[in-house]
């Protein structure tokens, strides 16, 4: 399978627990971004990445949220000392040379008890 | 700014008669618009998208949306509904800039009866 992959596919842990996400892109991508997308909405976009630099990050990704992409190739977002207020579903999503034709990975649903 | 309003949170057809999912837009530039599905426990998909090229764009599954500048609408149709395409339907236009991020509406979520 050459799509986008997206590990764990659920996740429930306790308030104030750290949690990590991983996302694999299309192996020759070179954009990445994560959104957020809760129950009832659209997706949120929070950051992305061109390569292994991080070039936007949405004021919704706290100084609790950091994401890398450190070869350039897979990312992680990491969420410290979680809040309920964080469980949503995480979705990566990467681009090639059509910057705007994203492809979508299935998510990390995030619940925060 | 870039923004859509999806006009319809909730839509229910008949299976084998057309849909109709309305989208408008706001754009100080001229937009790329895309429509993606989301069907349940499944990643979303790309349906159509819409890039300054021909203004009725052909999707995947039998969608159609159309351009329209002058009523800065995409709405998304389909001739016949098949109990398949019950799902979660986003119009999105992409930001301004090199990031491309995608900007979404609330979505509308299609019911297909049989």
């Known amino acids: 399978d050459t799509g986008v992959s997206q590990d764990p596919r659920h996740k429930i842990t306790k308030r104030g627990q750290n949690v990590t996400f991983r996302c694999d892109p299309i192996s020759e991508h070179n954009r990445l971004y994560w959104y957020r997308q809760t129950l009832g909405q659209g997706p949120e976009f929070l950051t992305y990445?061109?390569?292994?630099?991080?070039?936007?990050k949405s004021r919704l990704l706290s100084d609790r949220f950091s994401a890398e992409r450190p070869k350039g190739s897979f990312s992680t977002l990491e969420i410290q000392r979680t809040e309920q207020g964080d469980s949503a579903m995480y979705l990566c999503a990467s681009t090639g040379q059509i910057p705007y034709e994203q492809y979508f990975g299935p998510g990390t649903r995030l619940t925060v008890t | 700014a870039q923004s859509v309003t999806q006009l319809d949170s909730h839509v229910s057809v008949s299976e084998g008669t057309p849909v109709l999912l309305r989208c408008n837009y706001s754009?100080?530039?001229?937009?790329?618009l895309f429509w993606y599905v989301q069907h349940p426990n499944k990643g979303l998909q790309l349906l159509l998208k819409?890039?300054?090229?021909a203004t009725l764009v052909k999707g995947i599954n039998g969608f159609e949306a159309e351009f329209k500048k002058s009523e800065t609408s995409f709405h998304l149709t389909k001739p016949s509904a098949h109990m398949s395409d019950a799902a979660e339907y986003f119009c999105v236009v992409s930001g301004a800039g090199n990031n491309r991020k995608l900007i979404w509406g609330l979505g509308t979520s299609l019911a297909v009866n049989p």
């Open positions: 819409y890039t300054s090229a």
């Open positions: 990445f061109q390569n292994e630099a991080q070039l936007e």
């Open positions: 754009s100080s530039y001229s937009p790329s």
